[in-house]
Every structure is written in C-alpha cells, then in structure tokens.
T-cell receptor
C-alpha cells in the first residue's frame, strides 16, 4: 500500500534555529514525493518535490528536503527558521496505482516558530 | 497566471438548498481535483477530472455532483447536504505529463469554507 507518515503532530523551534519536519513513506515502485504548506484558512502551497535525480531537493522559501531511499524518508529542512514559517506542513506521495492522479497526504505537522 | 480561483470563499447553506462551488484555472492544466478538508486534517480526495472526463470518484455521496464544462472550469454542485459536510472544499489542478506518471505538483485554490445549517 502507498502511504506516508509524519510522526510529529507538532514541531516547535526558535527563530533562527534549523528546523526539520519528518516524513517517511511506503510505496511500491519509484516514489513521487511532495511537500506542501498550508497557512490558516488557505489552500495548500507546493514547496518541493522529489521525482528522480539528486537526493537533496531545494524548494521555495529556502526549504529543502533529503530523499533517503534506505531509510524511506523525505524530511523537510530549513537552515534558519522564520516566524512566518509557522504553518501546517503536509508530506505527500502520488499513488501510481491510479495513474498518479491520487495524492496521498500525511496527517500533517504543525510548525511553530517562536520569536 | 499561476492561480486557481475558487468562488465563493464562504458559503452558508441550509440542508434543503442547492448551491454550486466554482473553480477556474488558466494554466492549461488538464487534471483538476476536488478535495474536502476538515479542520487540522489532511485533504481528502473527492473527484479527479482528466481531459475534462471524470477519472476518479472516491465513493462520494450523490449529494455532491461534479461538473467540468471545459478545460479551465470545474464545478461542484451541492444538494441536500448534511451538517457533517461542513468543511473547507479545495480545488486543485496539475499538468498531465505522459510518461512521467503524474509526477507533477498540484496548484490549490484558497478554498470555499462551507457551513451547512
């Protein structure tokens, strides 16, 4: 079965410190992995994706993610957190069994960045 | 234009009303989606249209009726909803890239906050 897990409901970090939001996946075949962010009362915004190629993926707003095949992980990182990064973050995988049209989302991790 | 526009932003409707949610994109995307999202939960897929044809229906009750009039528009017709249908309804679109198995990101609208009373 295709799935993603976000083991932390909430992550707290001080402004200026590095942040990590964890994600592990379980897929058959090659994974198509995504990170999205959602601010209050807004839709989801795409941050970055891993399809193939370099394991370190750089995305929007200074975020990056590292694809680790042996650990089946795709953790989201940022070297220096901003208060404005506080939001709900979703890891996601495309379900290739349905032609890739279905996206399976993790439960979400709420990030709080304290000034 | 990289926006997906949803109208209305807020909607309050009675259980006997009929209403429609609208979604529009001008990015040339040929896949469009409806999601339902409850507070602090991930989005749940409802429907997928590819090339203006319904390709996925996630066993959604018939009181929700999708429509894709053309490649830029997606509607969701609502009738006889229940209070538990109150949620944020998100529309999204994405490119279809043959041979890449849909490894493309989705662009989401801001959503319609629906309250059923």
């Amino acid at each position: 079965a295709q799935s993603v897990a976000q083991p932390e409901d909430q992550v707290n970090v001080a402004e200026g410190n590095p942040l990590t939001v964890k994600c592990t996946y379980s897929v058959s075949g090659n994974p198509y992995l995504f990170w999205y962010v959602q601010y209050p009362n807004r839709g989801l915004q795409f941050l970055l994706k891993y399809i193939t190629g370099d394991n370190l993926v750089k995305g929007s707003y200074g975020f990056e993610a590292e694809f680790n095949k042996s650990q089946t992980s795709f953790h989201l990182k940022k070297p220096s957190a901003l208060v404005s990064d506080s939001a709900l973050y979703f890891c996601a995988v495309r379900d290739m069994r349905t032609g890739g049209f279905k996206t399976i989302f993790g439960a979400g991790t709420r990030l709080f960045v304290k000034a | 234009d990289t926006e997906v526009t949803q109208t209305p932003k807020h909607l309050v409707m009675g259980m006997t009303n009929k209403k429609s949610l609208k979604c529009e994109q001008h990015m040339g995307h040929r896949a469009m989606y409806w999601y339902k999202q409850k507070a602090k939960k991930p989005p749940e897929l409802m429907f997928v249209y590819s090339y203006e044809k319904l390709s996925i229906n996630e066993s959604v009750p018939s009181r929700f009726s999708p429509e894709c009039p053309n490649s830029s528009l997606l509607n969701l017709h609502l009738h006889a909803l229940q209070p538990e249908d109150s949620a944020l309804y998100l529309c999204a679109s994405s490119r279809i890239v043959p041979g890449q198995g849909q490894g493309t990101e989705a662009f989401f609208g801001q959503g319609t906050r629906l309250t059923v009373v």
